[in-house]
């Protein structure tokens, strides 16, 4: 059974700071991987989506690298923002035999302060 | 109005009601999924529809009844629902059914 674990639980930084958000799963047989934000009591926005032969993905100040062998996937925010606040949740589709379903993590919570 | 939207943004219910949730998409894709979020769970998904046919249904309770009258509209009716049923349904949709999905705001719903 897949699981996605995403460390850590809650990050607050100063404004301006690198970060990176960790998120890891148990069966590396997966057919791709997303990375969403979610605002508080909102939907899921999609922020990267990674093929299991790629190995990064880059939007503006966003970079998801993926190491499928060893389970793991970062997203890398460069120069913070207080509007990067948010729940960022990562979720991996487990390959073609399961069809429909997406895995996801509970997420991090990030607050960057002004 | 584009992208995927859902109705109502709220709605509190006793347990003895029935109401419904609904979730139209505007991007022409051909798959549509209800996703629950509880406090401190990941998203769980409930129901997959796959060209209007269902094709997951994620051991969900019968007090949950999912329809898809067609590719852009998707609902959710709710009968004598339980307190811990409370929490927000989220709606997707995607191309097809291995693509990126889409989300929609949620309908925070509270059972009381």
């Known amino acids: 059974k897949q699981e996605v674990t995403q460390i850590p639980a809650a990050l607050s930084v100063p404004e301006g700071e690198n970060l990176v958000l960790n998120c890891s799963f148990t069966d590396s047989a997966i057919y791709n991987l997303q990375w969403f934000r979610q605002d508080p009591g909102k939907g899921l926005t999609s922020l990267l989506l990674i093929q299991s032969s790629q190995r990064e993905q880059t939007s503006g100040r966003l970079n998801a690298s993926l190491d499928k062998s060893s389970g793991r996937s970062t997203l890398y925010i460069a120069a913070s923002q207080p509007g990067d606040s948010a729940t960022y949740l990562c979720?991996?589709?487990?390959?073609?035999?399961?069809?429909?379903?997406?895995?996801f993590g509970a997420g991090t919570i990030l607050r960057v302060k002004s | 109005e584009t992208g995927v939207t859902q109705t109502p943004r709220h709605l509190v219910m006793g347990m003895t009601n029935k109401k419904s949730l609904k979730c139209e998409q505007h991007l022409g894709h051909n798959a549509m999924y209800w996703y629950k979020q509880s406090a401190k769970k990941p998203l769980e998904l409930m129901f997959v529809y796959s060209l209007e046919e269902r094709v997951e249904n994620n051991s969900v309770p019968s007090r949950f009844s999912p329809e898809c009258p067609n590719s852009s509209h998707l609902f959710l009716h709710l009968h004598t629902l339980q307190p811990e049923d409370s929490a927000l349904y989220l709606c997707?949709?995607?191309?097809?059914?291995?693509?990126?999905?889409?989300f929609g705001p949620g309908t925070r719903l509270t059972v009381t």
């Open positions: 979720a991996v589709r487990p390959g073609k035999e399961y069809g429909n379903k997406l895995v």
């Open positions: 997707a949709s995607s191309q097809d059914s291995l693509d990126e999905q889409y």
